[in-house]
């Protein structure tokens, strides 16, 4: 089981809002001052660039509406990271997942010949199960034998990427006669309805929102969630009060297999409208940071996702002020790097406040409650 | 911009009269330094830029999902022509170029239909026949082996991929009935320690000549040949790469991309521009060897090379361009 | 099958093990000491990318390799500084690690070389043949084939297993592994400890990433290290984070690798795609079959602050 | 039993000084202005209610906690104590309340991280001297009369070895002051009495000793002088003489005044016993694991109190786990009431009236990183609290309050993270969860380990409430005086089975701790009652 300091600072944040929210953006901003010298060093100007940035990703309809489609995969995934170490498990296999929920939707899409009133939900569902599929051999060898679900999840990786490439490979499965290394168009029925004429928002936006609620609820709300929390935090303990510690770690990582085959599934149903085999540029990846930089909280990770949805939706616009694609890696590299010590920053905040708290009313012990509240869990 | 300003057919409209060109390029999800078609897509771009004026722009692009953006984002810049590399931009030229009928776009490696299977009349779809190229690679690799025994070093097994090993393979049949080429694929294009490893494998089992295409893996390739010493041959792939192992470079099977592009670029410069496919081969003398290293070689397979390229031309032998037309290929003599 | 199965074989085998070898060791310093080490993949790149710019400017593939080590201690330190010194989360530090190594060399090999992606050849760790050894009968040629950094990786791979196993270092380590507050009313220093374990799973790293540039190809392609990172962090929690069996999984990964690469030219039956993944489903099949239970040191990814 | 060593004159400079010490965590005030003076070559009582602490002001002399304001002064030297090593060079050493040994590593291992040694090639190149570590460690081992196998890894061994262990560390560099934080908490009588007489041992060999503990007798027996604390101040101090260990009216003034100082009120009494036990609410028949227990045969009835005495690792813990229903059934059967719940997980068995509190905390009973709130809410959860698909947060709080109410948890706030609680008040939460349960059977693993006089009172009698309310209770404990006080029943268990069942009236220390150590056979009409209940069942 792996220890999560982060789920600790989530604690600290879930009763301040405007504090967490402020502090997220304060440090966006300091990560954007940090990369000035890069951006010079790319031969322009902070402004420029910033501009050209903002421009890119929120300057107008188009631009946002590219941004959501940017951030959609991020944000499932990213839920699908976070669900999963909320039971305690390092889900690195989201990637391997995705593409599998990719390829099956297309299968279904592709291949099936339904009412476009099942079609759509079957190919979705075919989707999210091919990727809670994908993580069922990890979660059954990590909870009945032990095994670290890193080690499987990684391998199941590559072997995922290797059931892509010859799915589509000339011969394969999937492959499409007219277009290398896809699959044939899916069927109209099949395909996630554009929300609008002029961008390429799609309904799968609507089903990462829903996602984001029912992963919020499920955890929070539900006693299945909390009972998954329990084991996160003592597997022995839960154990002890009823919980079916191997079903619920089975469950967890088979649910962030779901979510990460639905993130797959969308993409393909609703951006392409068919299975590409390098569709995914490593979103299961980038949505290991995204969870963590959102605390884990599902409107945490709305949060991070959203802002590398700009960072790729602006990239273009950067890239014709003469920022490389790499340097905006770099970049988006420096932002992590700082959300990761933005709970640093916050807990001395908070210790400094209590501090003075402590001091200003300090005889009674009772003064502390509504101030250590910061650091409640939620229930 | 140029672009949006045109009313005329066939994407001619878009004069040129809106101040100097803009020649832009966007790459597919590998980039540039790909040491393939993106890295030649760029240097054809850059030659219109000085042959023809105006100025380049490359933008690279990420992601599958950021090639619509990028390419809204080079029309919108009012480029002349909008070149995209790779079959996997098909789908988002086609989406692009139909919202933007009066912009002109080169397509390489791919052509851009619309639902009814026709070709959009502003995209000039470059396919090249690359397994030409490699048939005549194939002739001298087959007359130049000692051991009979040939490698191929693929990255992905592409259809552009096989049709270079298809080509190849079928020229030395036709140079070399017992010779035998064996095959192998690294699973991606980057990784050149791999390469390196898969070349060492093929010289270990006999093979004295590797053909690869393996784009940055290929660099193991030739490392692996250099470390061998003389007596083992790397075949290359799209350009002359003999910087990279000068003493064990036989030839290329290269692809002129950089041209293909400039001549559509000089084709719009000229209001010429027509959309449609475009098949490019030897005839075209668009795609060939690498004659610069061509000194080294005995006459006769040089003049063998040169009646291949004839008869090829000229149509008298069609080059199989896939593994069951090669089963069906019979050597001809030229 | 003798042209599959011999020494050539055993040869590339190594060469491909070296690197993961290498990155495997910092990892298992790192994660011994408490701290979790995803990070390993972006430091391999910082130091491919140093080992060739310096190899370039010098012309000494040595101080190539001396830059490349100094370069990952750098990141090592920048990590901890993280970690350790602000107990930022583990995994999303080391994400910034990969995602700016992988960024900032490729970014600055046009800016370096005028070219993309790939930078001129530079001069290279050679082969070296060991004068005893290289004229045995069979084995012979085994050792003239590979390089210093092949030979180095075991005898690192040694001093690793000595540190951590053997030494008072090693032992004060693997407790801030086990339980940093036991350690440290035990009178560890606890974060300096951890501190130095950063630095030196950096420098490893980093000289597994300069082996793959600089002794396998001589030269730098962007992201060449293509996920050797985290496949070494699979062999070390394959291995159970013991340094002799962690070891064993990154020969055996490679032997299989270059197996898999030489039957894919003997055998064209098989799809080569399923050889391509033959060493990952192995590798399932080992976790699913005999591997146990794995025994993570019980404190990893947990920062530790005295109150 | 003992006399007090007079203190050598001319050295008038007490070993210890601490000078109003203040600690706050978050904005709770642990310790508030404590000023503490220890005399050298004696042994100081620290008392004081669960969170008085006691453990900070310890640690903070130890160098593991750092002081908010305050001086510490050692042998009339003043000292700043930034970490354990700088607290050691001072000569101190502690034994702390939660163990501070690495399981994974081996005695000797243990030992070698304490010695460390000077030189860096020595430290980073050189092997460790296991060898030379391990002839020191018998040495020592000896001067104190112990017996420890030094190969043992530390997570295979009993509490009292570990505790020895512990000891040796603390000892390791010649320390002339032993801090012990409720050192005799988890040990069986016999080794509690091993342990204090290695105190005396200590002192006669001149060293200072600071010992908390919540146990009055032993203070009693052993002390030379007393501090108690009370929400983080000197709430008291005195010195006992030989004359008021003695039993006799001056020792129970001493002890109530004591108590008074301590919780703020007199001594609860111990709970009555019960009267004639009803129907079977606990059975088990020959149950095992095919290993560390069994056959046990053992019947709980309603209105009675069971306890299980036995020295810690006879496989207590395990029978406890296979009555919970986490350790799987080899042999046996186990009925709650009328219901074989042989088959069933803990759900079910909770579902059937069972209630356990757990032996050791941290394991098994709560989950620190989660809310007090969320804590009091195990097992509750997903059964009888909320629906399917709905939890319900403001119910789970009213349910955490009441228990903190009712066992009166000092707590920084309910939304508070469970390791911000102290070691007595965690467990407070606990034993008031289980109750809340109202259970007809309840396992009570040592309910009262780390609790100060007050609350391990007012757990007794919440026990005893339970039982008159009609269930049936078995209490699982190593310390007699609780088992006399509170039992109704008494069976000790050895190596995995049950060598002795008497009636609790007529049970006395020499003859359970005879059983338990294995002295006296196990007497065979001392288990006959049991098997008659079951018959009568
Ligand atoms: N991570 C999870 N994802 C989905 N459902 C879950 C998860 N964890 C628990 N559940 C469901 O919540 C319910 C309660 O969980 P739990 O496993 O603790 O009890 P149970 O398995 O139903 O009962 P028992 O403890 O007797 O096996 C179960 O139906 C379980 O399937
Ligand atoms: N790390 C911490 N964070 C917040 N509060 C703490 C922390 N450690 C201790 N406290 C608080 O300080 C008070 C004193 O704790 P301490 O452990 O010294 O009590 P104690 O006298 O040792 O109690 P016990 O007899 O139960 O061991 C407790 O009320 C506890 O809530
Ligand atoms: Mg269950
Ligand atoms: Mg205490």
Redesign the pocket.
Known sequence: MIRLPAIKIQQGLSSRPFLSAGSFLGTLALALAAAVPLIYLAGTDPVTAYGALLRGSVGDQYALSETVVQATPLLVGGLAVALAFHAGLFNIGVEGQLVVGGLAAAAVGVNLDLPAAVHLPVAVLTGAAAGAAWAAIPAVLKAWRGVHEVVTTIMFNYLAFGLSRHLVAPGGGLASATQPSASDPVADGARLPALTETTRIHSGVLLAVAAVIAVGWFLYRTPAGFKLRMVGANPTTASFHGVGVRRVQIGALMGSGALAGLAGASEILGLYGRYLDSFSPGYGFQAIAIALMGMLTPLGVLAAAAFFGMLAAGSVGLQSVGISRELINVVSGLVVGFVAAQPALIGAYLRRRRKRQASGQGED?SAAPADVDARSAHV | GGGESGNGTAGNGGSTAGGPHLWSLVTDANGLGDQGFNDLGKQGVEESAESLGGKASVIQSGSQSQFVPNLQQAVASGSTTVTAVGFALADAVTQVAKAHPNSRFILVDAVAVDAAGKSLPNVAGIRFREHEAAFLAGIIAGKTTKTNKLGFVGGVELPSVVRFLTGFQAGVKQANPSASVRTAYLGNFNDSAKGKGLATAHFDAGADIVFEVAGGGGLGVYDAAKTRGPGVWVVGTDTCKQRLAPDNYLTAATKDVPGAVLRQNQAAADGKFTGGEISLGLAEKAVGVCEETFAGLPAEVKDLVEKAKEAVGSGKITVPSTPDELSRFTPTAP | MSDVLNLAWVVSAITLATPLILAMLGGLISERSGVINIGLEGQMLVGAFTGVLVSYLTGSAVLGLAAAVGAGVLCGLVFAALTIGIHADQIVAATAVNLVGAGLTAALVPIVWGVDGISPEVARIPAVSVPGLSSLPILGDVFTKLTVLDYAAFGLAVAVWWLLFRTHLGLQLRACGESPEAADTAGVPVRRLRVVAQLCAGGLAALGGASLSLATIGLFVASMSQGRGFLALAALLFGKWRVWPAVAVCLLFSLVDALQLRLQIIESAIPHELLIALPYLLAVLALATFVGRAAAPAAIGRPFTR? | MTTRRPVPAGEDSPAVRLCDIT?T??A?R??DHVTLDVARGTIHGLL??????????M?ILNGSVRPDGGRIEVDGRPVRLRTTSDARAAGIGMVH?HFSLIDRLTVVENLALVARPSSWPRRCVMPVDLVGIEERARLLADRLRFAVDPRARCGSLGVGARQRVEIMKALWHHAQVVIM??PTASLSPVEAQELLSTLLTLREQGATVIL?S?KMPEILAVCDEVTV?RD?RVSRRLSIGADDRDPGPRRDRLEADLVQAMIGRPRPDPPARAAAPGSPRLVLHGVGDGARVGPVDLSVHAGEIVAVAGVEGNGQAELIELIVGVRRLRTGRVLLGSRDVSSDGPRTRLACGLGHIAEDRHAAAIATRMSVTANAAFGFVGARMGRRWWLPARTMRAHAGSIVDRMSV???GLG?NI???????Q?KLVVGRELARDPSVLIAGQPTR???IGAAGDVHRELAALRDGGAGVLLVSMDLTEVLAVADRIVVMRSGRIVGDVPAADADVDTLGGWMTGAQPSEQKGVQPSEQKLVGA
């Not at chain 4, 004081?48 to 002001?57: Q, V």
């Not at chain 4, 390791?419 to 008040?425: Q, T, W």
């Open positions: 012990a | 109150r | 600690k965590y978050d709770f642990a310790n004081g209610e669960n969170g008085a602490g006691k453990s900070t002001l640690n309340q934080d409720e908390i919540h604390l983080g000092r707590l920084p508070a390791e911000g609680l102290s070691g007595g008040n467990q780390g609790l100060d």
